[in-house]
């Protein structure tokens, strides 16, 4: 079968390799990128399309009458229009659990940048502040610590439950609102209100769907304690961003640490960007070398299943 990859860069922009993939399948082309006006003219001799975050809509799908499969190299899959893809009997196929460490460690990221502002130091110490403050300690900002702090997640799947060993690592009070909840002996599941107004920091670790869609707007951030921190690496598109501007403008809550937003890349002038007390990444929570490496192996063996007629992590 013929394989095209349509943007290969963003899971190997150049530190992984596809040789594995070559010997086994054979015909596969792949693409670091691939724009809209390109799609077409690439995939229209592919059987199985590998893409990452590249659109195929009802009205690509309809241009690809040789396309059986497409395998998304990534959990989420938004881009892909499921339901036509349903119509025309072409399976798909995701990739989930390859780099919970990866994301949980960068939340952990995030909330530390906000609760002991390391860079912010750094940088005073490079501009010389501590020689001129003559002091053998300073801080320019509160430094908060986490024992005894609660955490609540919003969604306890891998990467929520990992978020909460962490936690609990750092004798945080464990607390998860979930719709599948299987409590443990560090955490408990209560109720999204609860959640919202009793957690110190809350990370968000759901999917995003048309009913969570920005859930996090002014009546939830209303509810939340003016010292808490909102941590987000699933979605942009949880949050409603206009109301966490005006909520950080206004210290309503303390910080917000963002390892994704609604509009990617982020223009210059985000007005998320220009607050101190809100960090942003460019969603590379997930990006990790081993994160990615076992994204790939994944990746392969969902291709293999397809080819051998027992297709694996179909979300259709």
């Known amino acids: 079968m013929k394989i ?19 010997r086994r399948f054979g015909e596969i082309t792949t693409f670091d990128q691939s724009p809209a006006e390109k799609i077409i003219e690439r995939a229209k001799n592919a059987q199985i399309l590998v893409v990452n975050k590249v659109i195929i809509n009802s009205s ?35 990739i989930s659990n390859y ?27 490079k501009e010389g502040e501590w ?32 978020v909460g060993r962490i936690a609990h690592g750092f004798e945080m009070n464990v607390i998860y609102h979930s719709s599948s909840q299987h409590n443990t002996s560090y955490a408990k599941a209560v109720t999204m209100s609860e959640l919202i107004s009793t957690s110190d920091v809350i990370s968000l670790n759901t999917h995003l769907s048309d009913k969570n869609e920005a859930m996090v707007d002014k009546h939830f951030l209303k509810q939340m304690k003016p010292t808490a921190f909102l941590i987000n690496t699933s979605r942009g598109g949880l949050i409603h961003e206009p109301d966490l501007v005006y909520a950080l403008q206004h210290e309503k809550i303390a910080g917000a640490g963002l390892d994704v937003l609604s509009v990617e890349p982020a223009p210059r002038d985000h007005p998320l960007l220009q607050l101190d007390n809100c960090i942003v990444t460019p969603h590379n929570a997930w990006a990790s070398l081993a994160a990615r490496q076992n994204l790939m192996a994944i990746l392969e063996e969902n291709i293999q299943s397809f080819m051998d007629g027992h297709p694996q992590n179909l979300i259709n």
């Open 4 to 22: 095209v990859v349509l943007d290969g860069g963003t899971l190997n922009p150049g530190d992984l390799s596809w040789r594995s993939m070559k």
């Open 60 to 94: 690509i799908i309809d241009q690809l009458p040789k396309l059986k499969y497409i395998a998304v190299s990534a959990t989420g899959y938004n881009n892909v229009d499921v339901a036509a893809c349903k119509q025309r009997g072409i399976l798909v196929s995701n």
């Open 99 to 125: 780099g919970s460490n990866a994301v949980a460690q960068h939340a952990f990221a995030l909330l530390l940048g906000l609760t002991n502002r390391v860079e912010q130091h750094h940088q005073a110490i």
């Open 131 to 162: 020689k001129r403050r003559n002091v053998f300690s300073f801080w320019n900002n509160s430094i908060t610590d986490l024992a005894n702090k609660t955490i609540g997640i919003i969604g306890w799947g891998h990467i929520g439950q990992k």
